[in-house]
């Protein structure tokens, strides 16, 4: 049964840093996109980071500078290093995935999600 799962979400002050990790595990052929996504409180999921296979990465607007993403092709693991948090970096962040596992396409997987929440 492929799986992504989240972990390293935690309660930090404003101004200090995390690191969210993304395992992908199961029958696994190639993953192509990884990307983290955050839903804050009473607002929609958004988009807040990609990396391509390749290792291209894009950010939105209001982490650039401050969160870098990246992956270990060979661990099947993507991670976001959070910096100068803020308290609107508050949510639950979700990993995303573009899978090709054994009897199946390419298909969109999600994580169950990893809580971070800033104090100010």
């Known amino acids: 049964q492929l799986q992504l799962v989240e972990s390293g979400g935690d309660l930090v002050q404003s101004g200090g840093s995390l690191r969210l990790s993304c395992a992908a595990s199961?029958?696994?052929?190639?993953?192509?996109?990884m990307a983290w996504y955050r839903q804050r409180p009473g607002k929609q999921r958004e988009f807040v980071a990609r990396?391509?296979?390749?290792?291209?990465?894009n950010l939105a607007d209001s982490v650039k500078g401050r969160f870098t993403i990246s992956r270990d092709n060979a661990e099947n693991t993507m991670y976001l290093y959070m910096s100068r948090l803020e308290p609107e970096d508050t949510g639950v962040y979700y990993c995303?995935?573009?899978?090709?596992?054994?009897?199946?396409?390419?298909?969109?997987?999600w994580g169950q999600g990893t809580q971070v929440t800033v104090s100010s």
């Open positions: 990396v391509q296979h390749s290792g291209t990465t």
């Open positions: 995303n995935a573009n899978i090709r596992a054994v009897g199946h396409g390419w298909e969109n997987y």
């Open positions: 199961g029958s696994i052929i190639a993953i192509n996109d």
